[in-house]
């Protein structure tokens, strides 16, 4: 179906696994209401990005269209699980090299831009210095994505701005639980992040991957606090909320298979993202502490991504000698990339061990599975603050008590136990995860979000023909939009 709209999205995500697989779900969802989606980056992030991505085929989206371009390449040397600091530090010379994406992107605008009515640009907020030439362009408007939760991006502007009290007591209480910065975030990637507050001079608008039904509270905070635009909506959860298991063998990766022979809620996942490398002997611990807690689990077992994931070799991982033959049938080990979101939605799983990246906890979110809270760098600990303290679906892993570069294997044992043994926190995490599920559906909060940004950014100027034989008004844009059946989102198969 032609686009009548006159309205391009061009996306450009930041160049790091967790921000690439947001924006290119992002791109499935507005790609559904007929606009045509464009996505910069490079050869090898985009490549990275469709190869792993869970849930739909992106090369089936024949209106999402791929732009790929050649950056140089920095010297990037590969993960060290030894490293004081848990940040992956050998990726921020990638992240430096983003910036050369601008000129590109800005030649790719100039092409489209005469074409179209209106151009909107989503961007990652830590792009901002790549898409400033949106300023250039009369009918160009830039959004700002923000990939953490919402609970996550206001701490950092409450904490930016003293920690003033607010008047909601216990979300000020909660806030006050936030860990420090302190050994998270290197200082270069906080000075690359103070950079890109450029994107403030050209804001038309904030989009986050977040769910009123989960932390409106701060939702509504940010609305209020937030620089730039006052314009914004939650539009998450960006994947999709269910998962149709095609039961071809074929098709099927073999760790659904072996789900398949587990009982409801008697597995536990353990995965621990693409920018975590963990030293040897935190590895062995966390062996010892699955193997003593005696409950059935799959472990993907990755080392964190290179720069460019595609060449030279990936570290194996050792295990303790004999370990997999005596944890058979009880425990599956993972090397390559796994389904997580696929794991996550099968019956059998009933608890995840998590970094707290937010594309894992919003997907364990999405899927009703409670979280073992490990988190490591970056957002992870304010994303696990958000999911032990302030909706309650998880436990943390660890605590002060613990060595912070070294988690016990005794430590890891009694958390499997307490959050698998946990009726009570399941049903607390498969009640939020159904009202998430019902959120996208027609009328729901999120699936409201996403019609009225569409409906923001079709919207005619001054009665503008959008061919011609139609003329939309603002409110016949979004009575359109709120009755229009081309917003598809998958079914949900309950657990």
């Not at 898409?131 to 502007?157: C, K, L, M, P």
């Not at 995965?271 to 935190?282: H, K, P, V």
């Not at 008004?473 to 009575?479: C, G, H």
Request: charge should be negative; include cysteine; proline fraction near 5%.
């Amino acid at each position: 179906m032609e686009d009548k709209s006159g309205v391009v999205v061009v996306m450009v995500p930041f160049l790091a696994q967790g921000h690439l697989n947001q924006l290119l779900h992002l791109s499935r969802l507005l790609s559904a209401y007929n606009l045509p989606i464009h996505i910069v980056g490079t050869t090898t992030h985009n490549r990275q990005a469709k190869l792993r991505v869970h849930g739909w085929d992106p090369i089936s989206a024949a209106n999402i269209h791929y732009h790929e371009y050649q950056i140089p390449q920095f010297e990037s040397p590969p993960p060290d699980p030894n490293e004081s600091t848990k940040f992956p530090t050998h990726l921020i010379s990638s992240f430096k090299a983003s910036s050369h994406l601008r000129e590109p992107f800005t030649e790719l605008l100039a092409t489209i831009s005469p074409t179209a009515r209106r151009v909107i640009v989503v961007h990652d907020y830590l792009m901002s210095i790549v898409v400033q030439d949106v300023v250039s362009f009369e009918n160009t408007e830039a959004f700002v994505f923000h990939g953490a939760s919402a609970f996550t991006t206001f701490s950092y502007i409450w904490e930016g701005k003293g920690k003033p009290c607010l008047d909601d007591v216990e979300s000020y209480m909660h806030l006050m639980k936030i860990p420090t910065l302190e050994g998270v975030i290197p200082a270069e990637v906080l000075e690359i992040a103070v950079t890109n507050n450029i994107c403030h001079k050209f804001n038309s608008g904030n989009i986050y991957d977040a769910c009123k039904v989960i932390d409106h509270k701060f939702i509504d905070f940010l609305a209020e606090g937030v620089c730039g635009s006052s314009k914004q909506w939650a539009m998450g959860p960006f994947n999709p909320v269910a998962i149709i298991d095609d039961e071809n063998p074929s098709k099927r990766h073999k760790v659904l298979e072996w789900l398949d022979k587990h009982a409801k809620d008697s597995v536990i996942y353990v995965s621990f993202g693409t920018t975590t490398s963990f030293s040897e002997e935190q590895i062995q611990e966390l062996a010892i502490g699955l193997e003593n807690s005696e409950q059935n689990f799959v472990w993907a077992l990755r080392d964190a991504d290179k720069a460019d994931i595609f060449v030279g070799e990936v570290r194996r991982i050792e295990l303790p000698k004999g370990f997999e033959e005596r944890v058979e049938g009880r425990g599956l080990v993972v090397r390559e990339w796994a389904p997580q979101l696929e794991i996550l939605a099968h019956p059998a799983t009933g608890g995840f061990m998590t970094h707290c990246g937010w594309n894992s906890s919003m997907e364990s979110i999405t899927m009703g599975v409670p979280m073992a809270a490990w988190p490591i760098h970056s957002d992870q600990p304010r994303n696990a603050t958000l999911i032990t303290e302030v909706i309650k679906t998880g436990i943390g892993v660890w605590d002060q008590e613990d060595d912070h570069e070294l988690v016990s294997s005794s430590r890891i044992e009694k958390s499997i136990r307490k959050l698998m043994g946990s009726d009570e926190m399941r049903k607390r995490a498969g009640k939020l995860g159904e009202d998430v599920r019902r959120s996208v559906e027609k009328g729901g909060v999120t699936r409201m979000e996403i019609d009225s940004f569409v409906a923001h950014i079709i919207r005619p100027s001054a009665m503008v023909p959008i061919d011609t034989n139609c003329y939309l008004s603002a409110t016949s844009a979004y009575e359109y939009l709120t009755n229009s059946s081309t917003f598809i989102p998958i079914p949900y198969q309950s657990k």
